[in-house]
C-alpha cells in the first residue's frame, strides 16, 4: 500500500504542476489577445487617416487642384521623416522577457524496492514522424479573393466571430478581416 499512495502523491504532484503550467499560458495567451486587439485598434485608425487624407486630396483635387502641392507640404510636415523620428524616439524599446518558457514537468524516477514493478508507468515514446499540426500559410490574396466571394451576410457572422467591426461595405470588412482570418476561418463561416 505504501508503495501506491507515493505513487499517487508523484502523479498527483505532477498534476498540479501541469495545471500551474496551464494557467501560467493562459495568462500569457490572454495578454497576447489583448495585444493583437490593441493591434487591430491601431490599424483600424490608421486606416481611416489614410482614407480622410485620400477623401481630402480627392476633394482639394475637385475644388482647387493647385493647391495639390500645398496639401501634399502639410502633410510632409506633419508625418515627415522628423515628426517620425521624433515618435520613434518618444517609443520605448521593447524589453525582452527573461522569464523561460514554461515546460511540460517531468516526472521523478520511481523509488520502488528492488524487486517491486512500480505502479503505474508514466513514460512515453516519441514516435518515427512527428505530426505536423501546423496551419499551412495561405497566400493573402487567397483570402482577399476568397473573402470578396462571400456574402456581405456571411462576412459580417465572420466579423463578428472574430470581434471586428461588422459596419460597412462588403470591401471594408473583408479588408478589416483579410490579415485576422485563415482560411478555415472562411470555409467554417461560409459552411
Same mark, same amino acid.
Given at each position: 500500500?505504501?508503495?501506491?499512495?507515493?505513487?499517487?502523491?508523484?502523479?498527483? $504532484?505532477?498534476? @498540479?504542476?501541469?495545471?500551474?503550467?496551464?494557467?501560467?499560458?493562459?495568462?500569457?495567451?490572454?495578454?497576447?489577445?489583448?495585444?493583437?486587439?490593441?493591434? #487591430?485598434? *491601431?490599424?483600424?485608425?490608421?486606416? $481611416?487617416?489614410?482614407?480622410?487624407?485620400?477623401?481630402? #486630396?480627392?476633394? =482639394?483635387?475637385?475644388?482647387?487642384?493647385?493647391?495639390?502641392?500645398?496639401?501634399?507640404?502639410?502633410?510632409?510636415?506633419?508625418?515627415?521623416? @522628423?515628426?517620425?523620428?521624433? #515618435?520613434?524616439?518618444?517609443?520605448?524599446?521593447?524589453?525582452?522577457?527573461?522569464?523561460?518558457?514554461?515546460?511540460? !514537468?517531468?516526472?521523478?524516477?520511481? $523509488?520502488?524496492?528492488?524487486?517491486?514493478?512500480?505502479?503505474? @508507468?508514466?513514460?512515453?515514446?516519441?514516435?518515427?514522424?512527428?505530426?505536423?499540426?501546423?496551419?499551412? !500559410? *495561405?497566400? !493573402?490574396?487567397?483570402?482577399?479573393?476568397?473573402?470578396?466571394?462571400?456574402?456581405?451576410?456571411?462576412?459580417?457572422?465572420?466579423? $463578428?466571430?472574430?470581434? *471586428? @467591426?461588422?459596419?460597412?461595405?462588403?470591401?471594408?470588412?473583408?479588408?478589416?478581416?483579410?490579415? =485576422?482570418?485563415?482560411?478555415?476561418?472562411?470555409?467554417?463561416?461560409?459552411?
Amino acid at each position: 500500500m505504501q508503495l501506491l499512495a507515493a505513487k499517487f502523491n508523484q502523479i498527483a $504532484s505532477a498534476i @498540479d504542476a501541469t495545471n500551474a503550467q496551464i494557467a501560467d499560458l493562459q495568462a500569457k495567451l490572454s495578454e497576447l489577445q489583448e495585444h493583437q486587439q490593441r493591434l #487591430l485598434s *491601431v490599424e483600424q485608425a490608421c486606416q $481611416s487617416a489614410l482614407a480622410q487624407v485620400g477623401t481630402a #486630396l480627392s476633394m =482639394l483635387n475637385h475644388v482647387d487642384p493647385a493647391e495639390i502641392p500645398t496639401f501634399k507640404a502639410a502633410v510632409e510636415a506633419q508625418f515627415g521623416t @522628423d515628426a517620425i523620428a521624433f #515618435l520613434e524616439s518618444a517609443t520605448p524599446a521593447p524589453v525582452e522577457s527573461t522569464e523561460p518558457e514554461p515546460t511540460a !514537468p517531468i516526472a521523478p524516477e520511481p $523509488s520502488a524496492a528492488p524487486g517491486v514493478e512500480p505502479a503505474i @508507468d508514466v513514460a512515453a515514446t516519441a514516435t518515427d514522424e512527428p505530426i505536423d499540426q501546423t496551419p499551412k !500559410p *495561405v497566400a !493573402p490574396a487567397t483570402i482577399e479573393k476568397m473573402l470578396n466571394e462571400m456574402t456581405i451576410q456571411s462576412i459580417r457572422k465572420l466579423a $463578428s466571430a472574430k470581434g *471586428v @467591426d461588422t459596419k460597412g461595405t462588403r470591401a471594408a470588412i473583408a479588408g478589416r478581416l483579410k490579415k =485576422l482570418v485563415t482560411e478555415s476561418d472562411i470555409w467554417n463561416a461560409t459552411a
